[in-house]
């Protein structure tokens, strides 16, 4: 009797193994895609090139995006884990299953919606023009003919490229801060990024600035598998009650100065 409770006892902490470890699974089909893992893995696809809404602090990821994440695992009783991967491969790995969300400072467009869905918007932002102190590019009318270095893939990358039409050269470089190094060193003229981060590059290289006439104003969403209705409104319910609490508005303004 006692070797068959003790079987029993065995069988049944193996089972519980076997459960725990299948909850640390990272694809959206066995956490939050059908929003029903409770205790699950809740995988964000991001670029950490993108400060203050995501970066490297040392050997962690944080900013912005990173802490409206971890908000909303929590309210949907999940673990965050991140994904630090090219800006231009997180709506394939969103489209794959193998990240449920998408947060890297990602306006919503057309062209976007066409793979992914998103969800409500969380914040607004706004495209800008860096040039050098003594550039004599004073807006975007100036950008014409010019060569313009973006974030491949980013909105700047879309809104860049109309340029293109006019005769500009559109710079491709991986990462925002090596748009600007290129053309701090001459080799453009100008870089289009979004506001924020565009504001720390000015603020840690000298002679460079911020055009004040923006290129675009935008809104920034949580990107999720299209057709995977059920995350997206339970994505919705808690952006809300974030917003309504006022945590949303904390953690943006833990980043960002009021001006």
């Not at 559109?170 to 003229?189: C, L, P, T």
């Amino acid at each position: 009797m006692k070797k068959q409770v003790i079987a029993l006892t065995m069988a049944a902490i193996m089972m519980g193994s076997l459960t725990a470890c299948g909850g640390s699974g990272k694809t959206a089909e066995t956490t939050a895609a059908a929003g029903e893992a409770a205790g699950g893995v809740l995988t964000m696809a991001t670029n950490a090139e993108f400060p203050p809404y995501e970066y490297h602090d040392n050997n962690e990821i944080v900013g912005i995006d990173v802490e409206i994440a971890n908000a909303l695992a929590e309210k949907l009783g999940m673990t965050l884990e991140i994904e630090d991967i090219a800006f231009d491969s997180i709506i394939p790995e969103i489209d794959s299953g193998k990240a449920d969300i998408g947060l890297a400072g990602m306006t919503v467009n057309e062209d976007r919606l066409k793979n992914v869905d998103f969800s409500d918007p969380y914040t607004t932002a706004s495209q800008v023009i860096i040039v050098k102190d003594d550039s004599d590019i004073a807006g975007p009318d100036d950008l014409e003919g010019k060569s313009i270095g973006v974030q491949l893939g980013t909105t700047g990358d879309i809104y860049a490229s109309d340029y293109e039409e006019t005769g500009s050269t559109i710079e491709r470089y991986s990462k925002g801060f090596e748009a600007v190094q290129a053309m701090m060193q001459g080799k453009i003229d100008a870089v289009v990024i979004d506001l924020e981060p565009a504001k720390v590059f000015v603020e840690e290289n000298e002679g460079i600035k911020i055009l004040d006439e923006a290129l675009t104003v935008e809104e920034y969403a949580i990107a999720v598998k299209k057709g995977n209705t059920e995350l997206l409104e339970k994505i919705n319910t808690a952006l809300a009650e974030l917003k309504e609490s006022g945590e949303l508005q904390k953690i943006i303004d833990k980043y960002i100065s009021a001006e």
